[in-house]
């Protein structure tokens, strides 16, 4: 088991930078893949950003490809987001997710943990 709650999410106008963060609890936390998602109203889940165990593979989505940057810190049991030149369309609730698969992978199954997640709002 490995309990995830994510902090950071806010308010911000277009072209506003935010950073994430999520807090691991539990198993020991280089153990897992992570992942970030986020779901806006009325849409599915999506795939956002994953890291791998010791950092060296990272994954995004073509959306925020070149904006976000995803990263952990295995000592501080954490995992950030880092999101630039936010747009209004990144407006959705924000989730940290774990994965015990072997590679890193960006759909939503292999992910057996979720935290509780955390809202941002980019306003234009």
């Known amino acids: 088991q490995v309990q995830l709650v994510e902090s950071g999410g806010g308010l911000v106008q277009a072209g506003d930078s935010l950073r994430l963060s999520c807090a691991a609890s539990?198993?020991?936390?280089?153990?897992?893949?992570m992942g970030w998602f986020r779901q806006a109203p009325g849409k599915e889940r999506e795939f956002v950003a994953a890291?791998?165990?010791?950092?060296?593979?990272?994954k995004y989505a073509d959306s925020v490809k070149g904006r976000f940057t995803i990263a952990r810190d295995n000592a501080k049991n954490t995992v950030y987001l880092q999101m630039n030149s936010l747009k209004p369309e990144d407006t959705a609730v924000y989730y940290c997710?774990?994965?015990?698969?072997?590679?890193?992978?960006?759909?939503?199954?292999?992910?057996?943990?979720w935290g509780q997640g955390t809202q941002v709002t980019v306003s234009s």
């Open positions: 539990g198993r020991t936390f280089s153990y897992f893949n």
């Open positions: 997710a774990a994965s015990e698969t072997l590679v890193v992978l960006t759909t939503k199954g292999a992910y057996g943990y």
């Open positions: 890291i791998s165990r010791s950092g060296s593979t990272v």
